[in-house]
């Protein structure tokens, strides 16, 4: 009996040891892993077609952030769903940080408030950096007997339900700018939806409509083809500098910009988040990046995980109310 108990104390310290033994040997090679990441090509879901803003701000700003850790950069477009698909695809993905998802204002502050969705915008990724926003244009039909801001809004007042402004569909950003303008300003334009922006402004151009806040008016507002009050985002757009934003005008107050980032699945290792983000940081930095960025009506507009990850839960939180105020429904 004693030397049973012995021998199985022995044991017991000899499973203790090689339990511990490993348990060392486990930790430095995960802290390895870590350090040397990315030691393979690192996959960008973007869950929108090729081409659309989305797609060209994600492959600007990433392709330059690979270079800067010394990796290539693959661009997956799994569209379909307003983004569900690829968020869902990535929500299923090892977190083992060679997987990524491209992310909008509206998949992760717009669409849970409308629809159910196969993920959960907060529980199931991680906020990795935002990379770029778009400038929005207040396209204004040159008919509308306006010159300003205040001119429009006096106008809109005395003609409540005359003014529509038109959308690229049912429950979009660019609708949900038109309600924020609606209760920001006291006024009662009437929304009418278009499947897509590009009918919109084509209506918007032969005075069917005559508002829009869209990226698509900015080309006609710099050719004189539309008026424009009011620039959406932090920044005066460079291709009509003498245009002032809705902030610097006392409204774009409650709502948030179109903006773009990058997410990871919830699980991935905090160093390697903190890495990927600090190359999209210098990327963000680059001129030729910030060049072409402002060519396609995009700005830079880096934020860090924890900046990031506090911006999409302030907006989440804002545009919901904004949602249940305008009654908007899918």
Not at 43 to 50: A, H
Not at 154 to 172: D, H
Not at 186 to 206: Q, R
Request: charged share 20%.
């Amino acid at each position: 009996m004693h030397r049973r108990k012995h021998g199985s104390m022995r044991l017991g310290r000899r499973h203790f040891i090689a339990a511990s033994a490993s348990g060392l040997m486990a930790a430095p090679a995960i802290v390895s892993a870590q350090t040397e990441w990315p030691n393979r090509q690192i996959r960008i879901v973007v869950p929108y077609p090729p081409g659309g803003p989305s797609d060209v701000t994600t492959r600007l700003v990433l392709e330059r952030a690979g270079a800067v850790l010394g990796q290539s950069v693959l661009f997956d477009n799994r569209a379909g769903a307003s983004g569900a698909i690829g968020a869902e695809h990535v929500k299923n993905s090892a977190p083992d940080g060679y997987t990524f998802l491209t992310t909008t204002t509206a998949m992760v502050c717009i669409t849970q408030h409308l629809q159910p969705l196969p993920y959960d915008p907060a529980k199931d990724f991680v906020a990795v950096a935002r990379t770029a926003t778009s400038w929005i244009g207040m396209g204004v039909n040159p008919q509308v007997p306006a010159n300003n801001l205040q001119e429009f809004i006096a106008y809109a007042k005395a003609n409540p339900g005359k003014i529509n402004f038109g959308s690229a569909g049912l429950a979009t950003i660019t609708q949900l700018y038109g309600e924020i303008f609606n209760i920001e300003a006291g006024v009662k334009m009437v929304h009418v939806p278009y499947k897509g922006s590009a009918p919109a402004t084509n209506d918007l151009l032969s005075g069917q409509i005559q508002v829009q806040f869209d990226p698509t008016t900015l080309p006609h507002i710099a050719a004189g083809r539309l008026k424009c009050f009011a620039i959406l985002g932090e920044r005066r757009w460079p291709g009509k500098p003498d245009i002032p934003t809705l902030k610097e005008q006392g409204l774009g107050k409650i709502g948030g910009d179109a903006w773009y980032g990058i997410l990871a699945p919830k699980g991935t290792p905090q160093p390697i988040v903190d890495k990927l983000a600090r190359a999209i940081g210098e990327a963000a930095k680059d001129a030729g990046v910030g060049d072409k960025l402002v060519a396609g009506g995009n700005y830079a507009s880096y934020q860090d995980p924890a900046t990031f990850a506090a911006t999409i839960e302030r907006e989440r939180q804002s545009f919901g109310e904004i949602i249940k105020k305008a009654d908007i429904k899918v």
